[in-house]
Nanobody, 122 residues
Framework: VQLQASGGGLVQAEGSLRLSCAAT????????MGWYRQAPGKQRGLVAA???????EYIDDVKGRFAISSDIAKKAVYLQMNSLQPEDTAAYHC?????????????????WGPGTLVTVSS
């Protein structure tokens, strides 16, 4: 199973970006998909997450500005980011938890995608 992310870039303050992350491979089911970010010199932390059939969760700093959505059929998760601020500058990583096929059996997986850089200028 692999994750491929896209959508980062350079944007001015109050601008918007949309991140995408898609999972490929022998996936049996997906339980939770989320976006995390890591700014220079800081630890990686949760931005938003969504469980299959569940309610999205957000950190307070992005509530009302960011929206997470998923397309289970495409095994994809998206993060629409509006009203971006310089403090949102970070490498954004998607994370997917679920169950994969290993031959005739299944096994849990917890996978991180490569970071996609978001830079917001003031």
């Amino acid at each position: 199973v692999q994750l491929q992310a896209s959508g980062g870039g350079l944007v001015q303050a109050e601008g918007s970006l949309r991140l995408s992350c898609a999972a490929t491979g022998d996936i049996f089911s997906i339980d939770r998909m989320g976006w995390y970010r890591q700014a220079p010199g800081k630890q990686r932390g949760l931005v938003a997450a969504i469980t299959t059939g569940g309610t999205p969760e957000y950190i307070d700093d992005v509530k009302g500005r960011f929206a997470i959505s998923s397309d289970i059929a495409k095994k994809a998760v998206y993060l629409q980011m509006n009203s971006l601020q310089p403090e949102d500058t970070a490498a954004y990583h998607c994370n997917v938890k679920g169950v994969r096929w290993i031959g005739p059996r299944t096994r849990d997986f917890d996978l991180w995608g490569p970071g996609t850089l978001v830079t917001v200028s003031s």
